[in-house]
């Protein structure tokens, strides 16, 4: 199979606040966040795997800032890596200023995906090959993670997650 780059994952996606969408402080509430990207960061898993995809894991969300009614959001989400038949996406959430047209961080998240056939079996997908040097610090720690979503869900042992063992046992 044919190894992919992040930037043909990459899908952005652009909506605005709507009222029904808020919390009562007029901010957008962090469910509708959620779903917005795990919508995006399933496209980018699809685009990478070329198959049906599943969310097997949020492994991170942090919301930095308030995003209030009437903003302008993006999201953009890419593979950041594949293993056998899962995916590491990113996704990175910003706020349009209505005057100067630019872009400010709001938030951003680490969800897992899982390509799977039509009977929802887990299927091998292509690797990635990242090529910025964001890309490629976001590849490394990916194991990592990967390990810690594993042994938090219960389905790896803590004598399993080599990666996290180093991690903790650097100087
Ligand atoms: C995700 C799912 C396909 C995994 O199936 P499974 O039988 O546990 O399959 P496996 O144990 O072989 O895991 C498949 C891959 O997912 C990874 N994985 C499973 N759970 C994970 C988790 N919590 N965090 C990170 N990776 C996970 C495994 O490490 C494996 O990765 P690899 O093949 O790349 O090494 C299955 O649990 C499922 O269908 N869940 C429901 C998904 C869904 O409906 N999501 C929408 C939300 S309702």
């Given amino acids: 199979m044919k190894g992919k780059t992040p ?15 808020t919390n009562p402080l007029n901010n957008l509430f962090g469910g509708e966040l959620l779903a917005r990207m795990d919508r995006c960061a399933a496209i980018a898993a ?6 049906i995809v ?5 492994n991170h969300v942090a919301f930095s800032r308030a995003v209030p009614l009437g903003s302008v959001v993006t999201v953009e ?3 950041s890596r594949a293993f056998k038949t899962s995916m590491e996406v990113f996704i990175d959430v910003w706020i349009e200023d209505r005057e100067s047209g630019s872009k400010n961080k709001a938030n951003e998240g680490i969800y897992t995906f899982v390509a799977v056939d039509e009977t929802g079996r887990p299927i091998e997908i292509p ?7 964001l890309e490629k610090s976001r590849f490394a720690a990916a194991l990592r993670r990967k390990q ?13 997650a080599t990666e996290l063992k180093a991690l903790f046992m650097e100087e």
Avoid: F, Q, Y
């Fill in 127 to 133: 690797e990635l090959i990242p090529e910025t040097d």
């Fill in 46 to 51: 699809r685009r990478h795997s070329r198959r």
């Fill in 54 to 58: 599943v969310t097997a894991s949020v």
């Fill in 148 to 160: 810690l979503s594993l042994l938090l869900s219960g389905k790896m042992k803590p004598s399993e």
């Fill in 7 to 21: 930037a043909e994952s990459k899908t952005i996606m652009t909506d605005m606040v709507l009222p029904g969408e």
């Fill in 77 to 79: 989400a890419k593979v």
